[in-house]
């Protein structure tokens, strides 16, 4: 048994973003698919990991590149400096880029980022007894 404070983390990016970290070469490692406890799972509009029983610290490396990897993605939506590879010119999001949700072990911890909801992101607790 592993011991530390663990969370839950749900993360979505919209085609687009991870188009654009694929291009870049900059998705974050632990994306990658290499973890066997990282889901990755992608509709028409977006691609989704789902993270379960990590100890998520920011000062963790690979939890330090994923937040990071999120904010270039709502850095370039707020200020509008990305550039359409085809024209050349700046483009402007017109959608949620991505959405970030971690429950942790705690009733009131929790972390939302970015619009989760237009990803269809949602949480719930539940209690669970040797009975349900």
Avoid: C
């Amino acid at each position: 048994m592993t011991m530390g404070y663990r969370s839950n983390v749900a993360i979505a990016v919209s085609k687009i973003a991870y188009t654009k970290s694929m291009l870049k070469q900059d998705l974050p490692v632990m994306l990658k698919g290499n973890d066997t406890w990282v889901i990755a799972n992608v509709n028409e509009d977006a691609f989704y990991w789902s993270i379960e029983d990590v100890k998520w610290y920011e000062s963790y490396d690979d939890v330090a590149e994923v937040m990071a990897w999120l904010g270039t993605i709502e850095t370039e939506k707020e200020t509008g400096k990305s550039v359409d590879s085809t024209t050349g010119k700046p483009y402007h999001w017109e959608q949620e880029q991505y959405g970030f949700v971690r429950i942790g072990e705690e009733h009131n911890d929790l972390d939302e980022l970015g619009d989760p909801y237009y990803f269809d992101i949602s949480f719930h607790r539940e209690i669970v007894t040797p009975f349900s």
